[in-house]
């Protein structure tokens, strides 16, 4: 029998990635302009990212051909490969947006703040059941 759908939870520890990624844009990107739209930009694919993250066993469940495959057909390996897809998507958008003319000076992200939003996002199921007792009930 398949998992259940995680929803709120999933959206939940979505949104506290997204706002921990938007301080860490604030203070990573020099350009004010890039501020809002990589922040934005930065919280939807936190939330996708932490959703897809909290129903892997809901996915494993529903497509058991998936559960074949050697090392990705496990919980923990697919959520190690969408850190690292988080992590590389973090830092493409910030290789792509960097520019050296007279309009922009670039972004100054980090591999670190990369990797931790990366493994935040991937990893978060692990950690949410500590951060249930603090968020309030709707939110469980």
Known sequence: MAEPLVIIPALAAGALVGIYEMILVHRDVSVPQHR???AIH???FAMVGTFISFNVPFVLGLIPAIAAI????????IRIAIAL????????VSAALKTKG???AGMGETWTHSLIIGCLTAFVPY???FLAPVLPAWLK
């Open 36 to 38: 809002f739209g990589h």
């Open 42 to 44: 930065a919280f939807v």
């Open 70 to 77: 050697p090392v990705l057909g496990t919980v923990i390996g």
């Open 85 to 92: 897809i988080m992590t590389l998507k973090v830092h493409g």
């Open 102 to 104: 007279m309009m922009t």
């Open 127 to 129: 950690l949410y059941p």
